[in-house]
């Protein structure tokens, strides 16, 4: 079982930066992709960044692509999300998922976080 706890979510103005992060509880972490998603009020879920198990690889949806860079330290068994250049439709609850496949389908991930809520004010 993998435990993921998402942090760094707020409140910023567009234009504005925040970094969000997620530390797992295995000691297996470098052997799992990892992904972001969002998921705005009354939207569905959506992918977001994914990242390889090594580190080496990274994936973006189009609409963050330039803007959100995603990383990891194995060692820590941390994954990060740095969103700069933020806008309002940015806007949405933030998870961190593990799973064994580099995807940015959600059925691909077996743990997820709590998530952790941006809000981008116009």
């Known amino acids: 079982q993998v435990q993921l706890v998402e942090s760094g979510g707020g409140l910023v103005q567009a234009g504005g930066s925040l970094r969000l992060s997620c530390a797992a509880s295995?000691?297996?972490?470098?052997?799992?992709?990892m992904g972001w998603f969002r998921q705005a009020p009354g939207k569905d879920r959506e992918f977001v960044a994914a990242i390889r198990w090594s580190g080496d690889s990274t994936y973006y949806a189009d609409s963050v692509k330039g803007r959100f860079t995603v990383s990891r330290d194995n060692a820590k068994s941390t994954v990060w999300l740095q969103m700069n250049s933020l806008k309002p439709e940015d806007t949405a609850v933030y998870y961190c998922a593990a799973g064994a496949y580099y995807s940015a389908l959600i059925n691909e991930y077996d743990y997820w976080g709590q998530g952790t809520r941006v809000t981008v004010s116009s």
């Open positions: 295995t000691r297996t972490f470098g052997n799992y992709a």
